[in-house]
């Protein structure tokens, strides 16, 4: 069954529907679910979808030829093969398809032009010459992140500014993910959000009647299984050196968010480096350099600023369990790694992913009108702010702190701020009073609003606050995992 993406698919279609050609280019990472949703799209639509392999040009005219002529061009009364790409491109508005749009898919499109670099040249000069006022549809598809962004889409390529759309696919959020395990518990698909991400290739692997127990222990960390060798597979499909990306990604997951933390606890001293092998990783959609949400464009310029995390939930997985434990499970120690590595910190490792959750339940409140005021900005909050004393707690004093949850209104007079516990206690009061007295000297010139988002319920002062207070909303697992019945 295919799930989600909507957006892609209305995306697409809305395309298809233009007038005109349409020359559409589709890209995003490796596993994100491309292909798959280009054919869902194809489906009850006459097209051809050509898939291109790394191969010799000749061959991949040859294999191109055949898809086109299975259609049944007038070409094909007179020849058995193109004799160049001109002429097979040329072929496409002639389709015997009616009154539809000549639909082409070109699945990995970087393949193609790998050993002929004329093509992008080629498709441009038919497109101003004849395609662009064809009754045709071309889609562009790859997963080279580097090629699609830095050439196919920069000015120096031949087809810079005749794409009439670009869409560069994501993964999924976590209301989609959660409809691949519809009889999990709400803790269960938050956990497994936590563990796969948004990747549609890596949510097949689990079978939704195992339990998620049995799930991690079979398809994750069992020799042969798919997803125990996809991180190796990925850096070695896409990049060079791959130890020390290993090295790298395995810093940054164990807790490394800082430059010259990163390179201090993968011991690649050259901290110019690590932001060279940093900038890679962003490119490929496994690492990303965040800022404070309030952080401005001339700040983010700056180096030395923002922090590094792990965006893709599975590598921060793989690299803080299953690679640290290798040897391990290579040997088919398999449940001793997942009993003493793995269960006891799971919910541990699940916060951070649960607070990405909360922020996009945050996103659907707004969406549904159900917000205080209407958010410009949301995020992560770090830096300086008040926070109250351990030791005093009636008293305030500056320190460094985060904040999971701020949502700024356009003119900063309002603000949401909200904390997130994926834990098996309740919200505490003295949490709660934490929360509100970060950013206090910000109270004076904007009015602040309260978000707790809580696995296990709130203990009861919070109710009663709750109950009192306006400005404090409180969500709990079922209305967060519920997402207002998702999905939108």
Not at 135 to 147: D, P, Q, R, T, Y
Not at 183 to 188: E, F, N, T, V
Not at 419 to 431: A, D, L, N, S, V
């Amino acid at each position: 069954m295919f799930i989600g993406r909507e957006a892609e698919l209305n995306f697409l279609e809305s395309r298809y529907k233009a007038s005109g050609g349409q020359l559409i280019v589709l890209y995003g990472r490796r596993r994100v679910g491309k292909t798959e949703t280009l054919r869902q799209f194809c489906k009850g639509k006459p097209h051809v979808f050509f898939a291109c392999q790394e191969c010799t040009d000749r061959l991949q005219l040859k294999n191109f030829s055949d898809k086109l002529l299975r259609e049944n061009p007038p070409a094909r009364q007179y020849l058995d093969q193109f004799p160049d790409w001109e002429r097979a491109f040329r072929a496409v508005p002639e389709l015997p398809y009616g009154e539809a749009k000549r639909l082409l898919v070109i699945d990995e499109f970087p393949y193609m032009c790998k050993d002929n670099s004329a093509i992008p040249s080629i498709l441009q000069n038919l497109w101003d010459e004849a395609l662009k006022d064809a009754n045709v549809m071309i889609v562009l598809c790859g997963s080279a992140m580097s090629f699609m962004e830095k050439e196919l889409l920069s000015e120096k390529n031949p087809l810079y500014g005749r794409a009439t759309g670009i869409y560069k696919m994501t993964e999924m959020g976590f209301y989609d993910a959660a409809r691949f395990f519809p009889d999990y518990s709400p803790g269960d698909k938050v956990l497994s959000y936590a563990i796969l991400g948004g990747i549609p290739h890596y949510l097949r692997q689990f079978d939704p009647k195992l339990s998620l127990d049995e799930n991690i222990r079979q398809n994750i960390l069992t020799k042969g299984c798919v997803l125990y060798s996809e991180a190796d597979f990925l850096l070695r499909q896409e990049l060079r050196e791959t130890p020390l990306y290993n090295a790298l990604i395995q810093a940054v997951a164990l807790g490394g968010t800082r430059l010259s933390e990163i390179s201090q606890k993968s011991l690649v001293e050259d901290t110019s480096k690590t932001s060279v092998y940093l900038r890679n990783l962003i490119e490929l959609g496994i690492v990303a350099r965040e800022f404070s949400v309030d952080t401005g464009t001339k700040e983010k310029a700056n180096n030395s600023r923002g922090i590094y995390q792990l965006t893709d939930n599975f590598f921060r997985f793989w690299y803080a369990f299953a690679f640290t434990h290798y040897s391990d499970l290579e040997a088919g120690d398999v449940d001793g790694v997942y009993q003493y590595a793995i269960q006891p910190m799971l919910h541990e490792f699940a916060a951070a992913p649960f607070e990405n959750i909360c922020r996009q339940f945050v996103t659907k409140l707004q969406r549904a009108n159900q917000l205080p005021f209407r958010y410009d900005q949301m995020g992560r909050w770090f830096g300086k702010t008040t926070v109250r004393d351990p030791g005093a707690p009636e008293q305030l004093r500056t320190a460094e702190t985060e904040i999971d949850l701020v949502a700024l209104s356009r003119d900063r007079k309002q603000y949401l701020v909200g904390e997130c516990k994926f834990r098996g206690q309740p919200f505490r009061y003295g949490e709660y009073l934490d929360t509100a007295a970060k950013l206090s000297p910000l109270k004076k010139q904007a009015e602040f609003f309260y978000a707790l988002f809580s696995k296990s319920g709130f203990d009861q002062r919070i109710l009663r606050e709750a109950e009192q207070n306006d400005h404090l909303r409180l969500y709990g697992l079922e209305d967060i995992v519920g997402g207002l019945n998702a999905p939108t």
